[in-house]
């Protein structure tokens, strides 16, 4: 039984950051410069055990999980805040890097089916606007990940599963927003739920506004991107020695067969949760892959 604990605390100064200027002064409006300070601090844990060793067979189970807390505590030149353009994000002093910023969606009014929002201060508007934008407190890296496995082995046959996951890490479903346009996007395929849980006559209760309401890019579309994935599953056989020592040549045989990414659970809405970026832009999902093989060594 293995326990392997960590602690850690890391300052990052003089962190490269695109330093907004005037588009008269060139480089398409911004410098580079290293004036960012970051701070990272967290736990990683690791168990390894045996639960069951006996002379033919052992069973081993292993697990990891780490949390990260992230905070920005300097910008440029004293600034506090900088919205990124495009990114629905915005880099505050005292919040963690990638934080959304983003108006809140508070629905459908089921009277008339047009499309509510809250104000910055929670009042209910049918007008949506920039400045009722608000930190969510919901970021794309996931402060919690980690996995778990185990292994059985039976003289030479195993059988070793692996699973990843990670949770609170939330993706802005760009795709979502062209599938759900209702109207402004017509000429892009849309999703069943316009012609299913779309507002059509008073008493409606759903998330989708009468036709004609366009979609914005509001927290209606951004989406919970945790996960539990089962990353590798793999079922060995290494052939015996006296077997391999008949043949005098080989030293070890071991054959096997292999499946990558079988299994994910999510409530995340695109093809992916694993995605590389804030933004989901229909990005090719992780493929299933199943491997037969052989390893032998002379």
Do not use: C
Not at 147 to 175: C, E, H, I, P
């Amino acid at each position: 039984f293995n326990v392997d604990l960590e602690l850690y605390h890391k300052r990052t100064s003089d962190m490269l950051m695109e330093v907004p200027q005037s588009y008269s002064e060139g480089n398409n409006g911004f410098r580079w410069d290293n004036i960012g300070v970051m701070t990272n601090m967290g736990v990683e844990l690791a168990i390894n055990a045996d639960v069951l060793r006996l002379r033919d067979f052992v069973w081993n189970l292993s697990a990891n999980v780490s949390y990260n807390k992230n905070e920005i505590k300097e910008l440029y030149n004293g600034v506090q805040e900088y919205e990124l353009p495009n990114t629905s994000t915005k880099w505050v002093v005292g919040r963690p890097l990638g934080e959304f910023y983003i108006n809140r969606y508070a629905g459908v009014n089921p009277a008339n089916g047009d499309a509510l929002w809250y104000t910055k201060d929670g009042e209910l508007t049918t007008e949506f606007r920039e400045e009722d934008k608000v930190m969510t407190g919901k970021t794309f890296d996931s402060p919690w990940a980690g996995g778990f496995g185990t292994t059985f082995a039976w003289k030479g046959l195993s059988l070793s599963a692996q699973f990843s996951w990670m949770a609170d890490r939330y993706v802005m479903n760009n795709d979502r927003f062209f599938e759900e346009s209702n109207g402004l996007y017509s000429a892009y395929n849309q999703s069943k739920r316009l012609l299913y849980d779309r507002w059509k006559k008073p008493g409606d209760l759903t998330d989708i506004p009468r036709y004609g309401v366009v979609a914005q890019l509001d927290d209606r579309f951004l989406e919970n991107a945790s996960f539990l994935r089962l990353k590798n599953l793999t079922l060995a056989y290494v052939l015996p020695q006296p077997i391999l020592k008949k043949t005098n040549f080989f030293t070890s045989a071991r054959i096997y067969l292999q499946g990558q990414n079988l299994l994910t659970f999510t409530g995340f809405n695109g093809l992916d949760p694993e995605v590389a970026s804030n933004i989901y832009r229909a990005q090719y999902p992780a493929s299933r892959q199943y491997t037969l093989g052989i390893e032998v060594s002379f």
